[in-house]
DNA sequence: TAAATAGTGTCTTTTAGACAATATGGT
DNA sequence: ACCATATTGTCTAAAAGACACTATTTA
């Protein structure tokens, strides 16, 4: 394994070869949530191949060394392939890596999670893959014995959501264009599983300017609500407190 | 590539073999922080090899599938052989994976972060490496040309050391045992390059109660000030705001 | 007009910032 | 006594929590 130690950069380059050395195997795993009927729901996929063949799992799989340019093209890639959307919020949590998570071989996954409007993408349906992809409700899948560590890495991605729905924004990511106050404090409290004040929410997300008022209303059989939209990019904006 | 349908999953990793695939290379590099002559200090490495050979980078290295169960252990391993410290404060930051930023391979480096107590190693010495390992300000460190994309790689540690700091008790990892509060108030205000309110900080810290008073004091010429020392472990302790 | 939902007023609580005042020990 | 540093007192400011109140729409 040792080379000769008088090779120029180039010529060292050009005769190394991954495969001459213990590699782990490297993944890329999601967590891609969406709100749907009022519960918060995860995409699983049941596994076509060994290992854990039938068994449900995370959606991911392999670096395309040949397609991908970064490890997030590979966890766009992926949703595009499970889902048909393009570039909601996708955020990097952790990366694990184990010598007997995977029972082929070292493995090495990088966990992301994303949130999706259900809305946006139920008008397209799911996107075929060689996979059965399938909304969950995070209760069921979590009561699922799911493939490889991913009853871990789902855990992980859900406290990444829950915590940081405490101090940024993010939920407005699961919300269609056009929503009222009402539904995005509603989509916080399904996320967190706790009850928020009314006033104390509008006024934190109406002070912070990160969503804009427009000129419609919804009638929705009771009172009219003003419907909102979002004003700027930055979801990951940060409150200086939780709630 | 094609694997018949019908194995056995016990077959299918018989006959698995990572080297049939394309994989990336996968690293672990870290960022070392210590606290030096009142200045935020970084430990970088020359390279002995090649790529970038002779030029200064994070420590790191590959996974070593042997010896190393989690990829923690490898940062721990790394951690240890260049510092001769065990187990300090040390956190995974993010992970990083592209084509072109190795120019080997396609590659995913883990960065890892951490903080020690630079006396406690000054008396051990830096351990012998293979690497020329060498303690630089990290205004030094910013200004080098570093391997790979290493100055990348630095500024996400240092930006997440920054903000961690700002609501957490991280520092707390770089100080000896015993210490006072103004030496406290000390490392945080050279990490965050600011300065902070006196009675604000200890209050802060005091009620957090996460270290606890001594019977000690410190004779430093002046008045004596009394010496603390970390309480409990959970220095990731989060306060409901940040400074 | 009643019910239900949307939206507001306002007082309290928590915690950080500002900054002055006091305490202590060495010279 | 004086200086420097440690330590505390106390007022202000920002932002969340509590909760009652008003407004609008439909039945």
């Not at 050395?21 to 795993?29: G, I, K, N, S």
């Not at 996708?90 to 184990?98: D, K, M, N, P, W």
């Not at 405490?166 to 996320?191: G, K, V």
Request: proline share 5%; with cysteine; hydrophobic share 40%.
């Amino acid at each position: 394994m040792k080379k000769p130690v008088d090779l120029t950069e180039k010529q060292y380059i050009s005769q190394y070869n991954v495969h001459d050395f213990d590699v782990p195997l490297t993944t890329v795993d999601m967590a891609i949530f969406a709100l749907i009927d009022q519960k918060l729901h995860v995409l699983l996929v049941q596994r076509n191949d060994h290992p854990f063949k039938g068994e449900w799992a995370l959606p991911g799989g392999f670096i395309d060394l040949k397609k991908d340019k970064t490890i997030n093209d590979t966890a766009h890639r992926k949703l595009l392939e499970k889902t048909g959307i393009h570039s909601p919020y996708l955020e990097q949590v952790q990366t694990i890596g184990q010598a007997k998570r995977d029972p082929r071989a070292w493995s090495v996954t990088i966990l992301y999670f994303a949130l999706i409007d259900y809305f946006t993408i139920s008008s397209k349906g799911i996107v075929p893959s060689n996979e059965q992809a399938q909304w969950h409700t995070l209760e069921q899948a979590q009561n699922l014995s799911l493939a490889f560590d991913h009853q871990q890495l789902l855990n992980l991605a859900t406290s990444r959501l829950r915590s940081k729905t405490r101090y940024t924004a993010l939920p407005i990511s699961l919300m269609p264009e056009y929503f009222t106050l009402t539904e995005l404090q509603n989509s916080f409290e399904i996320i967190l599983g706790y009850e928020l004040d009314k006033k104390a929410f509008r006024r934190r997300i109406l002070d912070a300017g990160i969503i804009k008022p427009t000129d419609m209303n919804k009638r929705s059989g009771k009172r009219d609500a003003q419907l909102f939209c979002i004003n700027q990019l930055p979801l990951d904006f940060q409150f200086p407190r939780a709630i």
